[in-house]
């Protein structure tokens, strides 16, 4: 099948002026409309070519020039035709986009209450238009993309991460530059995270339903430009200089040594459903951009946000895969979050295909080549639940590992067999060949839910401030107050709490795979309950740098976990491990292995221990030729005697972390082995052990752990 030239779509400078092209098949006519100075529209005919690519050069017209266009053709809903000139419509290559839309104007391609009856009221006023774009170079790249075995990864929103932060001149609060002030990058130093994902940064609009309750959407879930970046995260109008800006965020990043994720959003776009404004592509070809039903009328959302972006048409497709080669190309980005993946790589008949050509083209596309990709594996549609299918060169969040960190430290498990499994990069979904653990992205909070103190904090949602009498967002939590709903001053409450917080951070910092912290948990942001607070601009959702001092402490001590993980190798497992037996230098064999559970009584655990639904504590025992470590993760309220194993797992132990008080467990010292350890209630203490490097030393270890052999003389 041949596939049009993409390369000119969009809006490119040129030494006359500026090129204008735009792919509309089934148009019978596409006006190019440029916007002045003093909003006067100027009209112009574009060609179409054999492609259905419609194309014009206009001399003069210079970077800055705000443009739309006009698409003229069929208007028949029934049939997937919505063609309507009187709507000013956005360009999909686009990069830049200014203006936002005027919930109260006529934005409808229909009357208000007829889907059918086309609006011949002009939009143009009430919709954002697009701006003219000049190239510029790209930002310092990264001076060296770390694999996913050293990332840890920072869930942020841009705004919401600076909005309040006391360093960061006012000018710049809530900016993509302000994301680039030393003291922002500093804390991201401090505490040891290698890449940042943002939330999405694509241009995105509100939906019409928060607009009517005076709410704005604030996550960004609702994208309306595809390589646009956000244009009112820029500190100084919105006529392109968001490129710029946001060029500048990357660079400053990119020298730190900090990489750049991107949450992005192909799966469906900021129009919603047909009976939502028409802004881009529905004007464009609603039959060709998005999903309809078999009787070409209605939208086929396997989204739950009214449309779903069809890329089983290679133009649509080739038109995401574009957006995704400029962000990495030109904006510098080192990798994606694909929200709602499932729904990227359904065919003409919406079923899953995990041998789509949208997965085939970015795993040979040498523009990807070392770009992390992250899927969000499911989307609400048939089949759509795809964790553990997508294959090599793909991390996926796993909501298994989030649900069961949950459910394990408010102790509502069945014994600890699940939560090894989850420990070891969660096997059962992602060993399969060419995975890693670190196809498992590990993480217990996450934008979408209750930040880690909320966690810990409330039993149920607080959501009224949404305007939905606390009906939206999940009931499914898994939290646990502790004794009293919200905050409290009760200090033993409290301090149960972060001590709890710890356990949580911990437990996904320490299991093979690739962890996730949501920003600000290592400091104790709430949002007073709220668990699904798209829609809060505010202080429910920016971050409070004002930390009180214990909170403060548990930032510390997650950053020295985190400097302890990247440290040892031994702690990120890179492979699975499959109790495999560790070899000397002369491969000789160590008689340990690789990864082991320990009881805390008889040393590796048996059948009994793993069947024993009341257990609660799990040793957890990993090792290579040159270091061992034994964690213990207890989530009983009270502590547990345990004896350290002898010979060959080590003979010497040395507590280097943990989650209790210090008082409880000091750290630093050393204890033979068979010693017994009082490990505290509700905590992790991780230990680091002595072991032989060689035949001839564990041979000379065991005589002495011995003892002097007896006299054989007569007496």
């Not at 990069?425 to 217990?444: C, E, M, W, Y």
């Not at 948990?521 to 009180?548: H, L, P």
Request: net charge negative.
């Amino acid at each position: 099948m041949h596939t049009p030239d993409t390369s000119a779509l969009g809006a490119h400078v040129t030494a006359r002026g500026a090129a204008f092209a735009v792919w509309a098949p089934r148009a019978d006519r596409v006006d190019l409309v440029l916007i002045d100075s003093r909003n006067a529209q100027k009209n112009l005919r574009m060609t179409k070519d054999a492609d259905g690519i419609w194309s014009i050069e206009v001399p003069g017209v210079r970077a800055g020039q705000q443009y739309g266009f006009r698409a003229h053709g069929e208007w028949d809903p029934s049939d997937g035709s919505r063609f309507n000139p009187a709507r000013l419509l956005l360009d999909p290559y686009a990069r830049a986009i200014a203006g936002g839309i005027d919930f109260h104007g006529p934005i409808l391609d229909h009357l208000p209450g007829s889907p059918d009856v086309m609006s011949m009221e002009d939009s143009f006023g009430a919709v954002p238009v697009s701006v003219v774009v000049e190239d510029t170079p790209p930002p310092t790249p990264i001076a060296r993309r770390r694999p996913m075995s050293e990332t840890i990864i920072y869930e942020t929103h841009l705004r919401g991460f600076t909005k309040l932060h006391p360093d960061v001149p006012e000018e710049l609060l809530g900016s993509y530059l302000g994301m680039a002030e030393p003291a922002v990058i500093d804390h991201l130093h401090r505490l040891g995270v290698t890449a940042v994902q943002f939330l999405p940064l694509q241009h995105f609009v509100s939906e019409p339903f928060i607009a009517q309750k005076g709410l704005r959407n604030y996550w960004g879930y609702n994208t309306l430009g595809f390589f646009a970046p956000h244009a009112a995260y820029a500190t100084r109008g919105t006529v392109g200089n968001q490129v710029e800006e946001f060029k500048q965020m990357v660079s400053a990043l990119h020298e730190a040594d900090i990489e750049v994720i991107l949450d992005v959003v192909y799966n469906h776009t900021g129009e919603g459903g047909q009976e939502g404004p028409t802004l881009s592509m529905r004007g464009i070809d609603q039959n060709a951009y998005y999903r309809l039903t078999s009787d070409r009328r209605d939208d086929y959302d396997v989204t739950g946000c009214g449309n779903s972006v069809n890329t089983a048409h290679p133009m649509v497709r080739r038109f995401v895969l574009d957006s995704l080669r400029y962000w990495v190309r030109e904006m510098g980005v080192d990798g994606f979050r694909f929200d709602l993946a499932t729904t990227l790589i359904r065919d003409w008949y919406h079923n899953v295909d995990h041998q789509h050509q949208f997965k085939q083209t970015l795993a040979s596309d040498p523009a990807f080549e070392g770009i992390k990709m992250i899927a969000e594996p499911w989307d609400i549609g048939p089949y759509g639940y795809q964790v553990g299918a997508w294959g090599p060169d793909w991390s996926e969040w796993n909501d298994r590992f989030r649900d069961h960190v949950r459910d394990y430290w408010r102790g509502s498990v069945h014994g600890v067999q699940e939560l090894a499994t989850r420990l070891a990069g969660s096997p059962d979904l992602f060993d399969r060949p060419g995975r890693t653990p670190q196809a498992s992205i590990n993480f217990v909070t996450a934008h979408d839910g209750f930040t880690m103190r909320d966690l810990v904090s409330y039993d149920v949602k607080h959501n009224l401030a949404n305007g939905e009498a606390n009906r939206d967002g999940s009931d499914n939590n898994r939290s646990w107050n502790h004794g009293w709903e919200g905050e409290t001053t009760d200090p033993q409450i409290n301090a149960t709490r972060r001590r709890q917080v710890l356990n949580m951070m911990a437990t996904q910092l320490l299991a093979a795979g690739t962890p996730m912290l949501l920003a600000g948990d290592e400091f104790g942001r709430t949002q007073r309950g709220n668990n699904n607070a798209y829609c809060q601009d505010s202080s429910i959702s920016w971050v409070d740098w004002a930390a009180s001092p214990e909170w403060s402490q548990i930032l510390e001590r997650v950053a020295a976990l985190i400097t302890l993980r990247r440290e040892h190798p031994t702690l990120r497992l890179d492979q699975f491990a499959y109790h495999t037996e560790v070899l000397g230098p002369n491969g000789e064999n160590l008689q340990r292995v690789d990864l082991t559970w320990m009881d805390g009584t008889n040393g590796q655990m048996g059948e009994d221990a793993w069947h024993d639904g009341s257990r609660r504590l799990l040793g957890m025992y990993v090792s290579d030729e040159d270091e061992a470590f034994l964690t213990w993760f207890n989530s009983s309220p009270d502590s547990v005697a345990v004896k350290l194993p002898g010979l060959p797992w080590g003979y010497g132990f040395q507590t280097v972390w943990h989650s209790a008080e210090e008082s409880e467990l000091p750290l630093g010292v050393r204890l033979p082995a068979k010693a017994r350890l009082l490990v505290p209630g509700r905590s992790v203490t991780v230990m680091r052990v002595d072991v032989p490097k060689s035949a001839p030393e564990l041979l000379e270890l065991r005589a002495l752990e011995a003892g002097p052999t007896p006299s054989s003389g007569m007496t």
